[in-house]
């Protein structure tokens, strides 16, 4: 399965793809984990992906575009993924189906997380993530909180908070939301692919609501 998951800054998109991906054994690509390593390793992505995520606006498409292209060509995406964060513009999706094409895959599904913008503030503020990379699990404070503060509960690994998770920076994350990935819904509602849940509530209901949409059983 080839699955793509939409929804704004804080849906729950990485919480609902981290146990989807370990469920059907699929890899899960988040864009902002990967940009966010290539931050870390200092290569040139990552330094030219910097300055935009520090700012909360989206990082060109050339960076994404290439560091997907390279990703789903990979043997290791042979079996299916999940697509957590890219595309985010309609130059993307475009792109995408082009990588789509040559890799010979078509996508299974479009899931759109719909919250509202009213509760997107509390879930990024509070929230606390994993700091080893390969886990990057993400946990909040009030709504999901680790069994001992600070540690992850999957590794045991310190939590951290995200250099771009300021409240300051959360309504520019929600106008590139709204400008530049909303039309994506319409896209792909187009191709007859987006299936719609309800990301607000908890999340095991969203998670069985997910495979719901998606015919299976785990
Ligand atoms: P990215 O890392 O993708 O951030 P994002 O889209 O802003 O989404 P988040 O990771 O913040 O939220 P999420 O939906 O994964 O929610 P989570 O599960 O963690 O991108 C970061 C930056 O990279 C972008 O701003 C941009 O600069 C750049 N970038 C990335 N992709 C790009 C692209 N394609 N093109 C250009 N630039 C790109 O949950 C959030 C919190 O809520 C957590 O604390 C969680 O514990 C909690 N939570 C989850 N579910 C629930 C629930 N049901 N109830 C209560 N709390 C919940
Ligand atoms: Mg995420």
Known sequence: MQILFLGAPGAGKGTQCKRLAANLKLIHLSSGDLLREAVKNGTAAGMTAKS??????????????????????SPACAGGFILDGFPRNLAQAKALDELLVKIKKQLSCVIDINVADGLIHERITGRRVCSKKECATPFHIKFQPPKQEGICDACGAELMIRSDD??????ERLKAYHELTMPLIDYYKQKGLLETVEGEGEPEQIFKSILKVLKVAV
Do not use: N, R, T, W
Request: hydrophobic fraction near 45%; charge should be negative; glycine fraction near 4%.
């Open 166 to 171: 300021k409240p300051e920076l959360v309504d």
């Open 52 to 73: 935009y995520m520090d700012q909360g606006k989206l990082v060109p498409d050339p960076v994404l575009i290439e560091m997907f292209a390279e990703k789903l060509s």
